[in-house]
C-alpha cells in the first residue's frame, strides 16, 4: 500500500493507493473517494463484544469499513470529521502505538487495532481510563483536529501536555496524569484541569488544537444565541462574541 496526503495541514486528506487483492481498514464515515475497482464492506470487524467495546469505551464506530482491491488494484481516499492535518506512522513487531479516540482513521489489514484498559491513570484523562492500541506490521492513518506535531522524547525527557492535545505516542513511552494547578479553585481560575506527563524515549504526537474546547466553545455560543427565546443571527454572533 502505499500512501500520499494532501491539502495539509488544515483539511488534509490521504489516498490509500492498494495493489491487486490488497485491503485496508478504515474509520465508518471516513470514505471520501474510490475506484470502482474496490469493493466496499462494513462490518462488526472482531464480533459483537468487541465491536461494543471498541464504540462504548474507545470512542470508534461500532462498525469498521474494509476496503479490497480487484485484480486491479485501486485507491481510496479517507479523510477525518474535523479540519486538521493527517500523519502516516509505521507500525512495527513488538512497537505498539497508543491512540486517543477519534485519532484512528485507516490501515493496513496487518494492523489490529483494540480498545484497552490504559489503568487507573487514564480515568479522568481524554480516553476515560480507556485507549486504541494497535500493533501489527503495516502503515496507519492518524487524523487530528489542527495540525500535527511529531515530538522525538529522548531517555528520561519529559514533557507535560493538557491532554486534549494528544494523539498517539509509542508504547515505551512512559505517561502519567496529574491536575496541572493546585487546587479546585485555582482549576477553575486558571481554566487547565488535567495534563499528561510523557517520558522518552519514543515518539509522541500531538494536535495543534484541542477538540474538547472547541465543542465546549459552540455549546457555550449556541446556549447563550438561544437564550431569551431569540435565535436570530445576530444573536448567534453575539454569543460568540461575548464568551469569555
Known amino acids: 500500500m502505499k500512501i500520499s496526503v494532501r491539502n495539509q495541514p488544515s483539511f488534509a486528506v ?12 478504515a474509520e465508518s464515515g471516513a470514505l471520501m473517494a474510490t475506484t470502482p475497482t474496490v469493493a466496499v464492506a462494513a462490518k462488526a470487524e472482531g464480533g459483537m463484544l468487541k465491536s461494543l467495546k471498541r464504540a462504548a469505551l474507545g470512542g470508534e464506530s461500532f ?4 476496503y479490497t482491491a480487484s485484480e486491479m488494484g485501486g485507491w481510496v481516499d479517507v479523510a477525518a470529521f474535523l479540519p486538521g492535518d493527517i500523519k502516516v506512522v509505521d507500525v512495527n513487531p513488538g512497537q ?5 479516540k477519534g485519532s484512528w482513521l485507516a490501515s493496513a489489514e496487518q494492523v489490529t ?8 491513570k487514564n480515568m479522568f484523562g481524554s480516553e476515560g481510563g480507556f485507549i486504541l492500541r494497535a500493533e501489527g506490521q503495516g502503515q ?3 487524523a487530528a483536529y489542527g495540525a500535527i506535531e511529531v515530538w522525538e522524547l529522548q531517555a528520561g525527557q519529559t514533557v507535560t501536555l493538557d491532554t486534549g492535545h494528544m494523539v498517539a505516542y509509542t508504547e515505551n513511552v512512559d505517561m502519567q496524569i496529574r491536575k496541572v494547578t493546585g487546587g479546585l479553585v485555582q482549576t477553575f481560575k486558571s481554566g487547565e484541569g488535567l495534563v499528561f506527563d510523557f517520558t522518552g524515549p519514543g515518539q ?5 488544537r484541542n477538540p474538547n474546547e472547541f465543542l465546549g466553545f459552540i455549546g457555550a455560543a449556541i446556549g447563550t444565541g438561544n437564550s431569551g427565546g431569540g435565535s436570530s443571527g445576530a444573536d448567534f454572533l453575539g454569543g460568540l462574541l461575548g464568551r469569555d
Open 140 to 142: 496507519m492513518v492518524l
Open 96 to 100: 505498539a502505538w497508543f491512540v486517543q
Open 14 to 25: 490521504a489516498r490509500l493507493e492498494m495493489g491487486p487483492n490488497e485491503k485496508v481498514r
Open 63 to 66: 462498525f469498521i469499513t474494509s
Open 113 to 120: 487495532v483494540d480498545t484497552k484498559w490504559g489503568g487507573f
Open 204 to 208: 509522541l504526537l500531538v494536535q495543534t
